[in-house]
T-cell receptor
C-alpha cells in the first residue's frame, strides 16, 4: 500500500532559525513527490521533485529528493512568522492521479 | 485565471442530518477530486472524476456519501445521514489532466462540523 510518513509532527522555532522537515515514502512506480503549504484550508503548491539529488529552490525554501533512500527534505532558512503553517508532502499513486498525503508537519514560528 | 470555487465555507449540522457541498473547478480542467481532511491528518481522496466519469471512489463511504459531476463541470458531494466522524474539511481540487500530481489547484474548502 502506498504510504507517506512525515516528521516531525510539530515544530516550534523562533524567527531566524533554520528548520528541516522530513518526508519518507513508499509507492509503486514512483513518478514525483510534491510539497504543499497549508495555512488556512487550501494547500498551496511549493515544489515538485522527480529526480534525485537536484535541489529545488524558491527564496528561503529548498527541497531535495533521494530516490534511493525514498525520502525528501524541505529546508526553510531564516524562518519568519509568515512561515507558520502545516507543510504537507504527497506522492501520486501508481495508476491514478490521486495524491497520497502524509499527516503533515505543523510549523510554528514565534517572533 | 479564476481558482477552484467551493461553497459553503462553513457548515454546522446535527448528526443524522444531510448536507451538500458544491465545487466549480478551473475552466477546462478535466479532472476533479474531493478530499476529506480530518483535523491533524493529511487530505484523503474520497472520489476522483475524469470529465463526468468516476476514476476512483474506493475510499468513498457509499452508504452515506454520494457525489456527482453532471456535464463534466461542477460537482456536488452529499452526506446523508451525517455522523460525528464526518467532521472535517472537504477540499475540492482540479487538474488539467492526469499526470504526475503537478498542476493540482485546491479550493479553499468547506469546514463541516457535525454535533
Amino acid at each position: 500500500e502506498d504510504k507517506v510518513v512525515q516528521s516531525p509532527l510539530s515544530l516550534v522555532v523562533h524567527e531566524g532559525d533554520t528548520v528541516t522537515l522530513n518526508c519518507s515514502y513508499e509507492v509503486t512506480n514512483f513518478r514525483s513527490l510534491l510539497w504543499y503549504k497549508q495555512e488556512k484550508k487550501a494547500p498551496t503548491f511549493l515544489f515538485m521533485l522527480t529526480s534525485s539529488g537536484i535541489e529545488k529552490k524558491s527564496g528561503r525554501l529548498s527541497s531535495i529528493l533521494d530516490k534511493k533512500e525514498l525520502f525528501s527534505i524541505l529546508n526553510i532558512t531564516a524562518t519568519q512568522t509568515g512561515d507558520s503553517a502545516v507543510y504537507l508532502c504527497a506522492v501520486p499513486s501508481y495508476n491514478t492521479d490521486k495524491l497520497i498525503f502524509g499527516t503533515g508537519t505543523r510549523l510554528q514560528v514565534f517572533p | 485565471e479564476a481558482g477552484v470555487a467551493q461553497s459553503p465555507r462553513y457548515k454546522i449540522i446535527e448528526k443524522r442530518q444531510s448536507v451538500a457541498f458544491w465545487c466549480n473547478p478551473i475552466s477546462g480542467h478535466a479532472t476533479l477530486y474531493w478530499y476529506q481532511q480530518i483535523l491533524g491528518q493529511g487530505p484523503k481522496l474520497l472520489i476522483q472524476f475524469q470529465n463526468n466519469g468516476v476514476v476512483d471512489d474506493s475510499q468513498l463511504p457509499k452508504d452515506r456519501f454520494s457525489a456527482e459531476r453532471l456535464k463534466g463541470v461542477d460537482s456536488t458531494l452529499k452526506i446523508q445521514p451525517a455522523k460525528l466522524e464526518d467532521s472535517a474539511v472537504y477540499l475540492c481540487a482540479s487538474s488539467l489532466d492526469q499526470g504526475w500530481g503537478y498542476g493540482y489547484t485546491f479550493g479553499s474548502g468547506t469546514r463541516l462540523t457535525v454535533v
